[in-house]
């Protein structure tokens, strides 16, 4: 008999593709510019689907939680699947398996989603929250993220705050975007620049005369995207 993880694995990928619009496809793949292809299920039915199916099929533990996920997204065939995975991991249910234990499984799917969509979210609203709840554990991880040979984990560890506002670790800020400036091995990188921009675009929010000096101090070496990004509201 499949296991836990594995028979949820199935009903979400069979929901999905139940849900999906064939003529929408096409264009969500090229917008996304993705070399796998969609099943045509725009993200509000996305997240209507995964509601659903989670629901009615609780998991029992963390092992099968975390199995589940790789499952759906190691064994993806539409990127609406990665999606599912994405969202499992963030599902109420297994909020009590947020913690720095976790975070193994979520440069998994930095690395391997490698790109925006599927980082993004991870960034912001999984590794963050997880910074806050256990910064001792968590802050050394993105700081070895922004040194790392890969470009989404460092724009992981630029953007993972976004979220924090006045709980910004300024440090960890700091590190994270002199790391990653101009000169850097991915300075040029277009989505390490704007992951930059977005990130004191964002705290600027919060505390603006920071952001007027960092990028002072820093203007021979931030890139006109980033320095654009981080005034625009200023």
């Known amino acids: 008999m499949p296991d836990a993880a594995s028979t949820l694995a199935r009903l979400v990928r069979d929901a999905v593709a139940a849900a999906g619009d064939p003529a929408k496809a096409p264009g969500m793949q090229a917008y996304m ?25 609780p998991l029992p533990g963390r092992t099968a939680w975390e199995a589940c996920v790789r499952e759906l997204w190691d064994g993806a ?34 690395v391997t989603g490698a790109w925006w969509d599927h980082v993004d979210t991870v960034a912001s609203n999984r590794v963050g929250p997880l910074l806050g709840g256990h910064a001792d554990a968590v802050t050394p991880v993105l700081r070895a993220w922004a040194v790392a040979d890969d470009l989404w984990l460092r724009r992981t560890a630029v953007i993972a705050q976004l979220a924090r506002k006045g709980d910004t670790d300024l440090e960890l800020l700091r590190y994270a975007v002199e790391a990653n400036l101009e000169g850097t091995p991915f300075g040029r990188e277009f989505f390490v620049r704007k992951a930059i921009g977005w990130a004191l675009r964002q705290h600027a929010r919060t505390d603006p ?25 200023l």
């Open 33 to 57: 510019r993705s070399a796998m292809p969609f099943r045509g299920v725009q993200a509000g039915p996305l997240a209507a689907v995964c509601r659903s199916v989670f629901a009615a099929h």
């Open 77 to 110: 065939s539409y990127r609406e699947e990665r999606y599912a995975a994405i969202a499992l991991t963030g599902h109420p249910r297994y909020r009590g398996f947020q913690d720095p234990r976790t975070l193994p499984l979520y440069e998994h799917l930095v």
């Open 209 to 233: 005369v920071w952001v007027r000096a960092f990028v002072a101090e820093h203007e021979d070496r931030l890139s006109g995207l980033s320095r654009r990004e981080a005034l625009k509201h």
